[in-house]
């Protein structure tokens, strides 16, 4: 009888020792599990911030290409304005030039008016 009770207890603690193992087994797989899992939330963690950070650069980009295109505007706007001013300036050069010819011939047709009239009165004398 006592040796059946023994061979009982001793069954009894290696069924105890074997649920034990497949408990620590379970816990180390879970804590396995946890690690890997943990690794793949810092890899998203820092492809996030890899992604953001490339957000960011791309809006700063964005912002610099506008300013940028702005700045170039306004120096097209000035250069268009600076051409027009320019022309305006080149037509009235030309006009005062042309009033200055019709004024030399108008005084070149009094001078020889005058060579006429004075050689008229010098015939007449």
Request: glycine share 0%.
């Amino acid at each position: 009888k006592l040796r059946k009770e023994e061979m009982a207890r001793i069954n009894t603690e290696e069924e105890e020792a074997q649920r034990l193992e497949a408990v620590r087994i379970k816990a180390e797989e879970t804590e396995k599990l946890r690690r890997e899992e943990m690794e793949k939330l810092k890899a998203e963690e820092e492809t996030l911030h890899q992604v953001e950070l490339a957000k960011t650069r791309a809006e700063e980009m964005e912002k610099l290409r506008g300013e940028e295109m702005a700045r170039i505007k306004a120096e097209e706007e000035e250069t268009l304005q600076q051409l027009e001013l320019a022309k305006t300036r080149a037509k009235e050069m030309e006009k005062l030039r042309i009033d200055e010819m019709a004024r030399i011939k108008a005084e070149e047709e009094e001078t020889l008016r005058q060579i006429e009239l004075a050689k008229t009165r010098a015939e007449e004398m």
